[in-house]
């Protein structure tokens, strides 16, 4: 069954450092996203992307965050100046598109900012 | 924008014993979808309801959604441990953006 996949599993930063999270999604869905969750915490929407563009964001995603799809396979998110706030579960979810709108959702990486 | 908004936050059932969660939007939604995350797990898909009144069963889970589009339950039968983890209901938009509840977390007594 196609599934969502996204590395690392677990990645431990610097408070200030930049970190890349990456996702695979299924190669035939359209629409990517990320969220996040905080331990113990909702799933919160970051950013939606659809046709090499970001379609929406939310207010977590403010100007330390960025996306890239950059070959067609893999969608990134790259936080560039980590804050220890940003320690949470980061989940990549795609959807193909139609009547369906299944999410389908990555196993998450774990980050934690030191 | 639009909020999504589920309660209880915590269920603590008794093995046997039957339970509803339940979701209300801000706004009108496109569809109402249900996820199931276990402890350390992530979020997979359960259920989409797109019909107003629509009503669908999953064995021991009923899912419905409102008349008006805007809220959704979620009720469990006979509860197992198996049912252990914490549900989450996400409000469908036309644009394909899910904004997700804040979850119900279920822990059964055995």
């Known amino acids: 069954e196609p599934e969502v996949t996204q590395t690392p599993s677990h990645q431990v930063t610097q408070m200030g450092q930049e970190v890349i999270l990456r996702c695979v999604p299924i190669s035939n869905h359209l629409y990517f996203y990320w969220y996040r969750q905080i331990l113990g915490q909702k799933v919160e929407f970051l950013v939606s992307f659809y046709n090499n563009e970001i379609s929406e964001k939310s207010e977590i995603f403010d100007d330390q965050f960025s996306v890239e799809r950059p070959d067609g396979s893999n969608f990134t998110l790259k936080i560039r100046s980590t804050k220890l706030e940003d320690s949470a579960m980061y989940f990549c979810a795609s959807i193909f598109r139609g009547k369906n709108t299944e999410a389908f959702f990555g196993q998450g990486t774990r980050l934690t900012v030191v | 924008g639009q909020q999504v908004m589920q309660i209880p936050q915590y269920q603590h059932v008794q093995e046997g014993e039957d339970f509803t969660t339940y979701c209300n939007s801000s706004t009108t939604l496109s569809n109402i979808q249900w996820y199931k995350q276990r402890p350390g797990g992530h979020p997979v898909f359960l259920i989409q309801?797109?019909?107003?009144?629509e009503v669908k069963k999953q064995k021991r889970l009923t899912f419905q959604f409102g008349e008006a589009k805007k809220n959704s339950s979620l009720h469990i039968t006979a509860t197992q441990t198996t049912d252990v983890g914490t549900y989450f209901c996400?409000?469908?938009?036309?644009?394909?953006?899910?904004?997700f509840g804040a979850g119900t977390t279920v822990t059964v007594r055995a």
């Open positions: 309801l797109v019909k107003s009144g």
């Open positions: 996400a409000g469908g938009r036309e644009d394909y953006k899910l904004s």
